[in-house]
């Protein structure tokens, strides 16, 4: 395995992230449709709805997805762009749920994309 990061592995990478960052607007959009009243059994099983099973079968395959990266990519070399996730699911949830979005939350997900740049290059 090389030390540089390939264009195909940053793509792979870059794609991985903004899938995970999708399965989360996912799993938002299922807790949204979840049950809050009732017992708690009626709850829990309230959360089983078509977008919280959309949501296990895309991590089902991002998980797959993963571990076939990790077989030509260095683990040390991939892990930090999953932190493009923290990035990416934020602004998203701003525009998608109208969450609140903060300058602490802007400087953070700078951060992370000027680390994500020290590690592709």
Known sequence: MS?????TQITLLLGYAVAMAGGQLIFKLAANRATTDGSLTDRLFGLINPYFILAVVLYA?????????LTFTPLSRAYPFVALAFAVTPVLGMLIFSEPFS????????????GLFFVAS
């Open 61 to 69: 395959g991002l998980s797959v997805l993963w571990v076939w990266i």
């Open 3 to 7: 030390e540089r990061l390939t264009i």
């Open 103 to 114: 300058s602490k939350l802007a400087i953070g997900i700078a951060l992370i994309l000027g």
